[in-house]
């Protein structure tokens, strides 16, 4: 008789249930494994046999035959191997309790029957509870933060014949045994955050950023090298609020599907790939679609220095991901989509020689090269930016007044999500809200539209350009915790849009 028992399968982040179906019977020795199974999980076969010879069954004169369904659906990874091994002592009748299918298996198994750790593990356990699985076994892991994961009872194993003592009621286990909030996080320490106290100067692209953070805006630096481009984009994510149980949850679930390990949970994730990335090293992807930078930098920054050095293609595939936070990759066996909500912050020079309009330096520039060096960046991706910043050097032997920390900026920034959160009953920006919502629920006023209509007739700005405005004097105007949106925030909305290096284009010499 077929005895079943679930577990949990993934296509990307998303997680489906997976029936596992074993039938043993008499025939010449053999085991099959059917259900579209990936190479590793066709491997599968000698662990499980070998991790329930340890229950004395011996099933060498009998043929074993594993179905993983939905049958349509590709299986990747060792996640089953505990499933297996438990339907199969079902039917061996090792294991004499019935299985309730609202209980999951998840995890690889070694030739000695541990139960061990397998890529996936997290998002699988926090697809759990919308799959209407109620309790899970699993082996330990100190990157899954099990005091997160709420409305799942969470079991914790380390072989194989704890797994079946505790479905006959024998021992009792722990929900987490020996672990705290402590273990669930790296012991690496946390990465000193540079503060905006030290920053000198720059008061204009400070308030800019801290209405980036505000909005979760997208930000492009123009300036010649040297002036603080990079040095104001490490320290941008020092002013944006710790992320939510939730965020944290999605950020270390992509972080472990990539392959990388995370060194604080709370922290917002900040991303810097060099200028030499590959496409699919930035956006993701591979035989088996992998998370990229872009999914990487989910809830927190991702920064491009030199982003006119990265090439069109690349930057062009952005253009997705900055409208809809997320990215779809797509191959011949499979779909998947990751999300990919960020905060875009750009850096280049003003020109190919960087210094065009220096105070220190001659441009050798001609027009011509300008024009080439800034087409890079296409008119789609221009119009997904919020903010074009032109940035100078400062000199640093004047005296100059104490700055503000990041954390005094942190905590008007959080004061204003807080005020965006209200208003649209939902965890929305301004900056990602849909636009239909915002202007039901803040709409402007017919003078200001009128304005606002005439200034973009003048500039060429495309709708995209307005509406982004209109989110920026949204933002200014919650920074300032007024109810509607102000003149005096359309005004310094599109004084932000027209810094940049649109407006150095004009003072670019010919040669």
């Known amino acids: 008789m077929t005895k079943k028992v679930t577990s949990i399968g993934l296509k990307g982040m998303e997680g489906y249930r997976v029936q596992v179906e074993v039938r043993i019977r008499q025939g010449t020795e053999s085991m099959v494994i059917v259900g579209l199974p990936d190479a590793s999980v066709k491997e599968s076969k000698e662990r499980v046999v070998a991790a329930i010879s340890h229950f004395d069954m011996d099933v060498t004169d009998q043929k074993v035959v ?5 049958a349509e659906q590709k299986k990747n990874g060792p996640l089953f191997d505990l499933a297996i091994a438990i339907a199969a ?19 690889a198994l070694s030739l000695d029957g541990e139960v061990v750790k397998a890529e996936g593990m997290l998002p699988a ?16 892991d100190s990157q899954v933060p099990i005091h997160m994961l709420q409305g799942v009872e969470c079991i914790v194993v380390h072989h194989i ?7 006959e009621g024998q021992e009792s286990l722990l929900l ?16 000193q955050q540079k503060d905006f106290c030290h920053v000198i100067g720059h008061e204009q692209a400070k308030r800019a950023l801290e209405i980036a953070a505000a909005g979760e805006h997208n930000v492009l ?26 965020a944290q949850l999605e950020v270390l679930s992509l972080y472990q599907l990539a392959g990388e390990n995370r060194m604080s949970t709370n922290m917002v994730p900040y991303r810097h790939p060099h200028h030499s990335a590959s496409s699919v090293a930035i956006i993701g992807g591979g035989s088996t679609p992998r998370p990229g930078e872009i999914s990487l930098a989910h809830h927190g920054v991702l920064f491009l220095d030199e982003i006119a050095e990265f090439t069109k293609k690349t930057l062009d595939m952005l253009r997705q991901p900055l409208e809809s936070g997320k990215v779809t990759i797509s191959r011949a066996h499979s779909t998947i989509t990751y999300p990919s909500s960020f905060i875009l912050i750009g850096a280049m020079n003003p020109c190919p020689c960087g210094y065009l309009s220096s105070n220190r330096q001659y441009c050798t520039c001609s027009q011509k090269q300008i024009h080439t060096y800034r087409n890079r960046l296409s008119g789609p991706v221009y119009d997904r930016l919020d ?31 807080q005020l965006q959160y209200q208003r649209y009953r939902a965890e929305y920006t301004n900056a990602k809200v849909p636009f239909e919502i915002m202007t039901e629920v803040s709409p402007l006023m017919s003078d200001q539209r009128k304005m606002l209509n005439n200034l973009a007739a003048k500039q060429n700005w495309s709708n995209r350009v307005q509406i982004k405005i209109i989110r920026l004097a949204r933002t200014i105007s919650d920074l300032a915790s007024e109810n509607m949106i102000t003149d005096h925030a359309i005004w310094e ?18 040669t």
């Not at 594993?66 to 939905?70: F, I, T």
């Not at 039917?91 to 299918?101: D, G, Q, T, Y």
């Not at 356990?125 to 330990?140: Q, T």
């Not at 909305?493 to 010919?510: F, P």
């Open 161 to 167: 014949e704890e797994v079946v003592q505790h479905l």
């Open 493 to 510: 909305a599109m004084t932000l849009r027209r810094w940049g290096m649109h407006k150095q284009q004009t003072m670019a010499r010919e």
């Open 176 to 191: 987490h045994p020996r672990l705290t909030r402590e273990d669930c996080i790296s012991n690496l320490p946390a990465p």
């Open 125 to 140: 356990l926090v697809s759990a509870k919308s799959l209407g699985i109620k309790k899970v076994y699993f082996p330990y």
């Open 387 to 417: 903010i074009l910043l032109s940035l100078k050097s400062v000199n640093l032997d004047q005296p100059s007044k104490q700055s503000e920390s990041s954390e005094e900026i942190r905590n008007r920034v959080e004061t204003a999500r």
């Open 66 to 70: 594993v179905n993983l369904s939905p």
């Open 89 to 107: 002592l079902k039917e061996l009748n090792v294991i004499k309790a019935e299985i309730p299918l609202d209980i999951a298996f998840i995890g």
């Open 221 to 246: 630096m123009s300036g010649p090298p040297g002036c603080g481009k990079s040095l104001l984009a490490e320290t941008f994510p020092s002013i944006l609020p710790p992320l939510t149980n939730q």
